[in-house]
Every structure is written in C-alpha cells, then in structure tokens.
C-alpha cells in the first residue's frame, strides 16, 4: 500500500533560521512521483516541486532544497533563512501512475510551518 | 498562465440538501481529479475521470457522489444529500496526462470550494 508520512504535525522557527521537514514514503513501485505543495492560510495548494523516482539528484530553487534518498524512502525540503511569508502547511506526496490507477495524489498529513519575525 | 477555476468559493447548505461544486479544468488537459480536505486534515483523493468517465475513486467516493462533465469545459461534483461530515474543502484538479506521468507538469488545483454543512 502507498503511504506518506510527515511525522513533524507542526514547526515554529524564527526568522532567518534554516528548517527541514521530513518526508518519507512507502510504495511497492518503482516507478513513482513524489511532490510538494505550499497550503498558506488563504487554503489553495501550490504546487513547489515533482520529482520521479529515477532521479535522485538533490534540486535547489532559490531559498527551497529537496533531499530525495531512495534508500531511505525520504523527500526532505529544506529552507533556507526562512521567511514570514513561508508560514504554511506543507504537503508530501506521492503518486503511482504506472500502479494502475490514475495518477492520483496519496498526501501526508502535512507539517505546519510558522516563522516568527 | 491556465488556471483551474472552482465556484463557489464558499457554499453553505443546509444538511439533507444537494450541492453541486463547479470545476472548469485547463482547456488541453484530459485527466481530472476531485479531493476533499476536512478542516486541519490532509488532502484526499475521492475520484478520478478520463474520457467522460470514473477512472478511480476512493472509499470516500460512495453512492451520494458523482461527477460529471456536462459540457465541454465543466467538471461537477455532486453531493446527493449532503450530511454533516461532508463539511470540508474540495479542490478540483486537472493534468495533460495521469499524475505526472511523462510530463514536466503536475496536477494543477484550484483554488477550492469551502462546503459547510448547517
């Protein structure tokens, strides 16, 4: 079965701190995706990066870092020097297409992230 | 840049009554998506549908929902008679192709429609 865990519920840092929220995955595919998405308070859900599962390269965009570790089943985000606008609920998650469904999205619970000025 | 566009953005109903969310998808995509959101939970998938008809759905997806696309640019939800528990957010979404497979783009979501119960 496909599942997504972000064991951190909620994150409080002060500006300009650094913090990583965790992410780990199962799936008995080899082929999958995995995703993040931004939920401000406002509630629509912005998508921040997709990454399949063959590509293992750590990406950077801007402020934002991904960790994917297959070997460890793990999607980590970083940011850096973190901002007041980056408070948000963060999203994990996955998707199975070649696992004979559609393609939808199997999501986390999400991690709360408050950055205090 | 396209869009995926919900209304209403708010919709307060009364329990027992039927409630129909609107989707319009982004125009070139084929493969669309309803999830609800219950107030400080995660997302979750109840259906998917291609080629005018249910692709996948999930255990949440019983027989007082269904879906439709009545029209070329139209994606519905429909809530039979509406109970309680269906107070949530439902997020529409749409891509060219499944879930990401072998494309560069996701799915896109709309903003999302805030269903209350009374």
């Known amino acids: 079965a496909q599942k997504v865990t972000q064991a951190q519920t909620e994150i409080s840092v002060v500006e300009k701190e650094d913090v990583t929220l965790d992410c780990v995955y199962e799936t008995r595919d080899t082929t999958y995706y995995l995703f993040w998405y931004k939920q401000p308070p406002s509630g629509e859900l912005v998508f921040l990066i997709r990454?399949?599962?063959?590509?293992?390269q750590n990406e950077i965009s801007g402020r934002y870092s991904w960790n994917f570790q297959k070997s460890t089943s793990s999607f980590n985000f970083t940011i850096t020097a973190s901002q007041v606008v980056d408070s948000a609920v963060y999203f994990c998650a996955l998707s199975d297409p070649y696992g004979g469904s559609q393609g939808n999205l199997i999501f986390g619970k999400g991690t709360k992230l408050s950055v205090k000025p | 840049e396209p869009e995926v566009t919900q209304t209403p953005s708010h919709q307060v109903t009364q329990m027992g009554q039927e409630v129909i969310l609107r989707c319009v998808p982004i125009?070139?995509?084929?493969?669309f998506y309803w999830y609800r959101q219950i107030l400080g939970q995660k997302v979750e998938f109840l259906v998917s549908f291609y080629n005018n008809e249910i692709s996948e759905k999930s255990e949440i997806f019983d027989d007082q929902f269904s879906v439709e696309r009545p029209d070329g640019s139209n994606f519905t939800l429909k809530i039979r008679s509406t109970k309680l528990e269906d107070s949530a957010m439902y997020f529409c979404?749409?891509?060219?192709?499944?879930?990401?497979?072998?494309?560069?783009?996701?799915?896109?979501f709309g903003d999302g429609t805030r269903l209350s119960i009374l």
């Open positions: 990454r399949n599962s063959f590509d293992e």
């Open positions: 125009s070139n995509h084929l493969y």
């Open positions: 979404a749409s891509s060219e192709i499944p879930g990401g497979r072998g494309s560069n783009q996701p799915q896109h």
